[in-house]
T-cell receptor, first 106, second 116 residues
Framework: RKEVEQDPGPFNVPEGATVAFNCTYS??????FFWYRQDCRKEPKLLMS???SGNEDGRFTAQLNRASQYISLLIRDSKLSDSATYLC???????FGAGTRLTVKP | GAVVSQHPSRVICKSGTSVKIECRSL??????MFWYRQFPKQSLMLMAT?????????EQGVEKDKFLINHASLTLSTLTVTSAHPEDSSFYIC????????????FGSGTRLTVV
């Protein structure tokens, strides 16, 4: 049973590009979500929380679309250090999907 | 911010032995603890959810007698892999939250288990 679905990618973008990922969820009762990033062979780290009003933190913007049941993550001005796997998860159900692999290239 | 300390970070054990992995919440009370397993190039797979003072809830297909979880206090949860076999070799990782999930869910740094 998958609560979230993500395009596994990989997304290969040049430095400075803007890139967006979507994450669809199946439980319409989910009220909030988390975006995590996971570097290879490391633990996931919380990137941002997403509530009904969305969230913005520097170059990162997350939004929630309840009607279509997806959340999005937008990364502006991509840096090499943004290369990672990005994972979304509902806050009430911590089952992760496969995540989306991003590689930012020079 | 919330910190979860996980030990050991790396362990090699012989087939048939048991390995205990500890996760401690250092600056908050971990009401809920999740245990995951991750094989190379695969996604995090939730193994079980534990709430302090009660029995863990295991995901379908995860053997509760093989993966023993104890969450006896609000700051400590342990996962014991019993009678380990080479196919149990994986990256095991915990995450924890306080009751209100004020910090989201914080992950430990993971334990890389190799069974030889």
């Amino acid at each position: 049973r998958k609560e979230v679905e993500q395009d596994p990618g990989p997304f290969n973008v040049p430095e400075g590009a803007t890139v967006a990922f979507n994450c669809t969820y199946s439980n319409s009762a989910s009220q909030s979500f988390f975006w995590y990033r996971q570097d290879c062979r490391k633990e996931p780290k919380l990137l941002m929380s997403v509530y009904s009003s969305g969230n913005e933190d520097g170059r990162f913007t997350a939004q929630l679309n309840r009607a279509s049941q997806y959340i999005s993550l937008l990364i502006r001005d991509s840096k090499l250090s943004d290369s990672a796997t990005y994972l979304c998860v509902p806050s009430n159900d911590m089952r992760f999907g496969a995540g989306t692999r991003l590689t930012v290239k020079p | 911010g919330a910190v979860v300390s996980q030990h050991p970070s790396r362990v090699i054990c012989k087939s048939g032995t048991s390995v205990k992995i500890e996760c401690r919440s250092l600056d908050f009370q971990a009401t809920t603890m999740f245990w995951y397993r991750q094989f190379p190039k695969q996604s995090l797979m939730l193994m079980a959810t534990s709430n302090e003072g009660s029995k863990a809830t295991y995901e379908q297909g995860v053997e509760k007698d093989k993966f023993l979880i104890n969450h006896a206090s609000l700051t400590l949860s342990t996962l014991t892999v019993t009678s380990a076999h080479p196919e149990d070799s994986s990256f095991y990782i915990c995450s924890a939250s306080d009751a209100a999930a004020n910090y989201g869910y914080t992950f430990g740094s993971g334990t890389r288990l190799t069974v030889v």
